[in-house]
């Protein structure tokens, strides 16, 4: 089916497992520290913003260096769990999907961010004047006001994640079934001089890209629109 072989349909569904997984994980990670970042006024702010922030200028090749000294059977992590009889996490689906998370992560945080900052915190406090809880507060006040906000991350950072190689290769490696994932396909494909899987799998995921992109603009222009 569309030319593919069994390799790409096992790279295929390993990348969107990672993809699903990262973003499920991320919208929940994501969520309290944005609310935080958008309202708060510590001077830690700074800090975290920065910390968040980080993936997004910092090479995936130092991150996964880093990701696979900590996780992996020497590391703080990795030897902790050698030494309680398990497995470390280098070179595991397990490992990536930590790598993925972290890698991802202001792709999540800063558009809930702006979506939080633009509700403000007054709709929240009339509900809990009113006597809502906080997870009511979120669900019926929280959640439907920015859920624009909530779809833009969500698809940021199921693409972002499509398209991470150098942390993931760092980490991972290109077990078949396990770390390999599409982009570390294409790098194997275009290594072993065959360009015409490579190209088939590159001209799929640009094609997907493409959409993604269309979809978040489409979202943001149709949320500005509703708020003029």
Not at 180 to 193: G, N, P, R
Request: glycine letters at 10%.
């Amino acid at each position: 089916m569309f030319g593919l072989a069994p390799e790409d349909w096992q790279a295929i569904e390993v990348t969107f497992r990672l993809c699903l997984y990262t973003t499920l994980i991320l919208l929940v990670i994501a969520t309290p520290i944005a609310w935080w970042l958008a309202g708060g006024r510590s001077p830690a702010r700074v800090v975290v913003q920065a910390i968040v922030a980080l993936p997004l200028v910092l090479p995936p090749t130092v991150l996964g260096f880093y990701l696979l000294i900590v996780l992996g059977p020497r590391g703080f992590v990795g030897g902790t769990l050698e030494s309680l009889g398990l497995h470390h996490l280098a070179f595991t689906f397990e490992g990536i999907l930590i790598a993925s998370v972290i890698y991802s992560m202001p792709f999540a945080v800063q558009p809930l961010t702006e979506a939080f900052s633009s509700l403000g915190r007054r709709p929240a406090e009339v509900a809990g004047s009113l006597g809502a809880g906080i997870v009511d507060r979120f669900f019926t006040v929280i959640l439907p006001l920015t859920k624009g906000g909530f779809v833009v991350a969500a698809t940021l950072t199921f693409a972002h994640t499509l398209g991470e190689f150098g942390v993931i290769l760092m980490l991972g490696g290109s077990i078949p079934g396990e770390t390999k994932v599409l982009s570390v396909l294409i790098y194997d494909h275009a290594e072993a001089m065959n360009y015409e899987a490579a190209h088939r799998l590159s001209f799929m995921l640009m094609v997907f890209a493409f959409v993604t992109l269309f979809v978040v603009y489409s979202i943001t222009r149709r949320f500005e629109v509703a708020k003029v």
